[in-house]
């Protein structure tokens, strides 16, 4: 059986000593009282609840799935799920960075990410049900009038009711411009919504008494494509005037998904038949309200990455300790033992080291992104809120898919250092990877983002934020530029971060000559970047521990870090060198195939 270790120490390790997220909320003052102790109270509670209530549920919940009764349209969760769901409310854990006004605790974003690490490494599968419902509180807080936030906030932040996002249809994934849903206005200013929608994480089940559904759909006189989708809310059970559910809305579950992996989330086939519904935004507006939505939902996959990266990496360390296999090349290490451990030798240290590297890289680079949220949402000046949301948009991409990109490498490294027993489903291994594959390409592909990133953020305007994102990296250059000790972390980044402009400059001019150069290079282009953040950040973590180690703390943590941090550079930040080398290939050995791919 698997086990789960909260990674607590990173995580105070991030937030209080590289970000030092305390100081930072000092200027907000929503969060001017939230320190490092109250922070870490939280998440020594949050990580309680991960690894005693929803861990133990993963293997269990995978083997069982979900249930749906044809005739009544109704999804049973696996055995426990809906239970560890009441204590989750019981604990107020979603309230955790909700409004206030809503009945939330307030917390900043940053908290709720930790949390939400630990839940997705415990139970990927179960923390997807309230994992959707943040997405849609935060549309609604965004877009919603002050009658339907009324209506439907405070129940959700108390996770009475939960919530989804019902984009796709059978016919169209990412490209929505294409859905036929349609929303026909009455007299009383609802809509009758009737269509059909697929893959909807969360879309049915029976841990509370009403689901709120998020549903792009498309009024009679919409322009054709992109700009002619709506949002609209349509419950699963019509709400009455005093709170109170009324009668079933013609929503419900036609099937759920058969699926590789996440088999205790229910995927669900959901129909619209005339379900009443009531309009978020301006009409033909809706990508708008939805991609505040998707934005938070991009995150929170590549959280959900993260987590898997995180535990697979753990029991995979605990395994590599005790299994013993042949001798270490270099001589006999366990001369009490028949055979060494297999953690002696360079490969299998190799993937482990690996796992660890993506993994508080990963931590790194999603809790700078929660703080900028942070930032974005609650700092009392203008400029910091505008910059902040910039750079978040500019990160986003790279959190959804070199994150789970990051997580497929590494849980597939995690497994193999089983061998033939990370095969077996008892260890919780394949589950790890066949949980994780999901990630790449929901919430749109990678190679959506990877087209977004290079495509929108980095050339839609001429580079301006990724030489914002330089200035950090140059700064950083600056302060430790003539420090010898930091030379290995510093070195590589400054290289990179100069080759970058060139890069991206020589990609713009290709791309302006023929749009097919930001297809052929953009999947490239935002690992390369990856590895540039990667790179920061590790660099930043490397700094942190050196003046550590030199003020004389013998924690062995920091020896730990720093051990990870030149692993990281000597081992897979190189890889920057052959991606750079075939996102300059070009389109036409992808393209001038015909007589290939006859």
């Known amino acids: 059986m698997p086990v789960y270790n909260p990674p607590l120490r990173d995580m105070q390790f991030v937030m209080h000593e590289v970000l030092k997220v305390a100081d930072e909320y000092k200027a907000m003052p929503r969060h001017a009282e939230t320190d490092a102790d109250t922070i870490n109270a939280i998440l020594e509670e949050g990580g309680k609840f991960a690894s005693e209530v929803t861990f133990p549920l993963n293997i269990s919940g995978d083997e069982e799935g979900c249930k749906l009764n044809q005739e009544t349209h109704e999804v049973t969760t696996p055995k426990g799920f809906k239970e560890a769901y009441a204590k989750y409310v019981e604990g107020g854990w979603p309230a955790l960075s909700c409004d206030p ?42 877009h919603g009038t002050p009658e339907q936030q009324q209506t439907y906030l405070p129940k959700m932040t108390s996770g009475e009711w939960t919530g989804t996002m019902c984009l796709t249809e059978p016919h169209c994934g990412t490209d929505l411009g294409m859905l036929r849903t349609k929303a026909e206005p009455q007299a009383d200013g609802t809509y009758k919504i009737t269509g059909n929608k697929i893959f909807i994480s969360a879309g049915e089940h029976d841990f509370v008494s009403n689901i709120i559904h998020l549903v792009l759909a498309r009024l009679p006189d919409a322009p054709q494509g992109s700009k002619g989708i709506s949002l609209f809310i349509v419950p699963k059970f019509l709400v009455n005037a005093d709170g109170s559910l009324g ?29 009443v519904g009531t309009l978020v935004g301006q009409p033909n507006k809706g990508l708008n309200a939805m991609f505040v939505m998707m934005n938070a939902a991009r995150i929170g996959v590549g959280c959900q990455s993260l987590g898997l990266t995180e535990v697979a990496y753990q029991n995979a ?27 002696v030798h360079p490969d299998v240290r190799k993937m482990l080291l690996t796992a660890k590297a993506y993994a508080e890289g990963g931590r790194a680079l999603s809790l700078y992104c929660s703080l900028l949220i942070d930032r974005e949402l609650h700092h009392p000046d203008e400029k910091v809120r505008k910059e902040s949301e910039e750079m978040v948009a500019l990160l986003t991409p790279i959190v959804k898919a070199f994150l789970t990109d990051n997580g497929h490498i590494a849980t597939n490294a995690c497994m193999q250092v089983f061998g033939g027993h990370g095969f077996i489903k ?29 495509g929108r953020k980095v050339l839609g305007n001429n580079g301006a934020t990724l030489k914002k994102f330089g200035k950090l990296v140059g700064k950083l250059v600056e302060e430790e530029g003539v420090n010898e000790k930091m030379a290995e972390f510093i070195n590589p980044i400054a290289y990179l971060g100069d080759q970058m402009t060139k890069f991206t ?41 050196l003046k550590e180690i030199e003020a004389g703390n013998t924690d062995p943590f920091y020896q730990a870090k720093l051990q990870t941090a030149r692993f990281y550079f000597a081992r897979l930040f190189p890889e920057t060198a052959t991606l750079m080398r075939t996102a300059r290939a070009g389109a036409k050995s992808l393209l001038d195939t015909e007589a290939a791919l006859a």
């Open 247 to 275: 009668k079933r809305n013609g929503v419900y579950c036609g099937g759920l998904e058969h699926k590789m992996g996440i088999h205790g989330n229910a995927t669900a086939q959901i129909v619209l038949d005339g379900a």
């Open 426 to 454: 008892e260890w919780g291994m394949e589950q790890f990877v066949r949980d994780n594959r999901i990630n790449m390409i929901y919430e749109g592909t990678n190679t959506v983002q990877s087209l977004d990133l290079l």
């Open 101 to 142: 006004a809503f009945g939330g605790q307030g917390l900043p974003i940053t908290v709720n990410q930790c949390f939400y690490e630990m839940l997705n490494s415990a139970n990927q599968a179960w923390t997807m049900y309230p994992g959707l419902t943040h997405g849609a509180y935060e549309a609604l807080h965004a």
């Open 505 to 545: 400059t020589e990609l713009g001019f290709k791309a302006f000559q023929n749009a097919d150069e930001v297809g052929a290079a953009s999947v490239d282009y935002l690992r390369v970047m990856g590895h540039l953040v990667f790179g920061y950040f590790w660099a930043r973590m490397a700094q942190v521990a």
């Open 317 to 343: 360390l605990a395994y590599a300790k005790d299994r013993i296999q042949m001798r270490s090349l270099s001589g006999v290490k366990a001369k009490d033992k028949p055979a060494d451990p297999i953690i």
